[in-house]
């Protein structure tokens, strides 16, 4: 396919993906294969936001559950989305890409608000966007903070890069017969107890019919290549074939 399946998207990053090998924090080479893997994107004239999440620093649901008061704790994942963007940032206006943070959370030395239609307007003058600290709200999860943006900006659907290659029938590392699907649809994932994402962003995904695609970040181009309608990870939508 030599034109882009969609014109505006929104892109997950879990905060995993920032980490590389190591099992927390940030690594440089890392960032740089992400941001030049978003430019790629970029520069096919897609118009391209990111959430980005924050796990790489602190989940707060396992902080909680090691003692800490769970709203405390998902103020500090909140700030570790928002040290993943600026690193982020960093490496895409290092390759020439015109990007802008914006936060769910005031912090204006650092990030422009959040701001529906300013950020509609970045994407129409092609900067990347990259949306940082979640929802701005404890308990909730960068995958719906990620949802939730693509609905305001109305991205045509969520790529979510992860470090699986989509979804399977039963977890692969666990059952070696597990069969990964091409396309599935948001009941076929409820009725079988299929892991997307958190069940909240799932729901808004469902709702309001919002496709997801499930892929692994690790190959070369692989966003570019989702983009352009290569059948790689799990599209997830209301209607399927495969199921
Ligand atoms: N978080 C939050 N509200 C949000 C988004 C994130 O409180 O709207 C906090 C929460 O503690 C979460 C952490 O930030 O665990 C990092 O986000 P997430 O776990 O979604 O990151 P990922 O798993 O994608 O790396």
Redesign the pocket.
Known sequence: MTTPRWSRVLV?L???AFAGGQEFGFEAGTIQFLASEIGKVHNSGVEVAIVV?????????Q?AAAGMERVA??????L??VQNSLALQDALEKIGVDTRVQS?VTMSTFAEPFIRRRAIRHLEKKRVVILA?????????????AVLRALEIKAEVVLKATNVEGVFSKDPRKFPDAVKFDEIDFDYCIEHKLGVMDMTAFALCAENDLPIVVFSIAGEENIRRVVFGEPLGTVVSRRAIDN
């Open positions: 997950k879990s905060g995993e999440g924050g796990g790489n620093i602190l989940r707060g649901a902080a704790a998902d103020a500090i994942g909140m570790g989305t769910a600290a979640g929802t701005g709200n404890p308990y909730f999860s960068t995958d719906t903070a």
